[in-house]
């Protein structure tokens, strides 16, 4: 958690799950919107914010679209995480009924997470252009017969009224956000460190598995790896990578310059502090 004041930018609108995070992590900072990833991440090089909230990678529909590219060119540092359990309330103007609702309105990620209930009663599904968006709209429109699928967050931000509550078909869905920072952060001696980084292996026989050799000889702990491609090349692909510990570690400088060998390109994201959440 982020115990300073100051400001934190994040994409989306007032009310959004991102916004959500930012309330939760980073209470006494003040959440400035953006329409972009970049958007958020240019608000932190210009100055207009000390920090950047990114969703990365959700439970249910795996890694967020582009920022895994993004994060490598942000200039920015990881300097910790976030996660956020995705409760979604259907949302309409005051004095709405549910029993009067016909459509729905919501990004189209959240459509599907509700299929079960929308279906059941024969709410049809309209496609908005994020979550926190959708609530602003019907609150501007006044259609009681207008609902929007949106976190308790926006509902309280643009005066509607809970219609339902927590309809999510899946009740474990969560979304991992990174805060950034222009400057790397001192991390506390006590408790686990998680450090991201990118590679690319280098062209030769059983590179990546070589590479990744050297985390289990010295006994690293690599909790995600993923890979992408690279400017839209089959032939590029460039990995994300989660470790447990700190490059300072021995353990972890070893394991890491076994993976230089094998890399020919590697650039550390990040070193911060596990969230609680990896402890559930």
Known sequence: ???????????????????????????????????????????????????????????????????????????????????????????????????????????????????TFLKERGIARLTGFDTAGAAKHVRDTGDPTLAALASPLAGEIYGLDVLAAQIEDNHTNTTRFLMMAPEPHVIPDDGRVITSFVFRVRNIPAALYKAMGGFATNGVNMVKLESYMVN??????????????????????????????????????????AARAREV
């Open 1 to 115: 958690m982020l115990n300073q004041t100051g400001r934190i930018s994040f994409q989306g609108e007032l009310g959004a799950y991102s916004h959500q995070a930012c309330v939760e992590a980073a209470p006494k900072m003040t959440p400035l919107p953006a329409p972009t990833f970049e958007g958020a991440i240019d608000m932190v090089h210009q100055g207009a914010a000390d920090f950047a909230m990114l969703a990365v990678e959700n439970s249910t529909y795996g890694r967020v679209a582009d920022v895994h590219q993004l994060l490598p060119d942000s200039g920015l540092h990881i300097i910790g995480e976030h996660f956020v359990r995705v409760h979604i309330n259907l949302l309409g103007v005051p004095g709405a009924d549910l029993a009067g609702v016909t459509r729905a309105m919501s990004h189209t990620v959240l459509l599907g997470q509700c299929r």
């Open 232 to 273: 839209g090349s089959f032939t590029a692909t460039q990995f994300y990578a989660d470790i447990e510990g700190h490059p300072d570690d021995p353990a972890v400088q070893r394991a890491l310059e076994e993976l230089a060998y094998f890399t020919s390109h590697l650039h550390i994201l990040g070193s911060y502090p």
